[in-house]
């Protein structure tokens, strides 16, 4: 019988702390105070864009758990484009098909990550109690 709530990794939990950190650089950038200069230099802000968006899909994979996985995926994917969109409306953002393209590719690749790890601990998790 399959359980309802799976265990998650307690690592899984940092989804929150990284979607503060996502919301807080936006909320920053939206009103102009957010440290540009640190970012100027290529690639320094696709890879943000890439390792900030990732990591959210990654902790959030294993924190979701396998069956809500798909959607929330979508979910996130929905949301990071619509973000990246929002910035042709807003004064102090400018809306970059580069940046929206590392997003999605960071929130499939690590998605996919996160997934794989979780079979595996699965997959050993079975053998140690059989």
């Given at each position: 019988m399959a359980r309802m709530n799976e265990p998650r990794p307690v690592w899984a939990w940092l989804f929150f702390p990284q979607l503060a950190v996502i919301i807080s650089a936006s909320l920053l950038a939206t009103t102009g105070h957010f440290p540009v200069a640190l970012l100027q230099r290529p690639p320094l802000d696709k890879v943000g864009h890439l390792v900030l968006y990732g990591g959210l899909s990654f902790f959030g994979v294993a924190l979701v758990g396998r069956?809500?996985?798909?959607?929330?995926?979508?979910?996130?994917?929905?949301?990071?484009?619509?973000?990246?969109?929002?910035?042709?409306?807003?004064?102090?953002?400018?809306?970059?098909?580069?940046?929206?393209?590392?997003?999605?590719?960071?929130?499939?690749?690590?998605?996919?990550?996160?997934?794989?790890?979780?079979?595996?601990?699965?997959?050993?998790h079975r053998r140690g109690s059989a």
């Open positions: 069956a809500r996985r798909c959607p929330f995926v979508t979910c996130l994917l929905v949301a990071a484009t619509l973000e990246e969109l929002s910035q042709r409306a807003l004064p102090r953002r400018t809306f970059d098909l580069g940046d929206l393209a590392m997003n999605l590719l960071g929130i499939s690749v690590f998605a996919a990550a996160a997934a794989t790890l979780a079979a595996r601990g699965r997959r050993s």
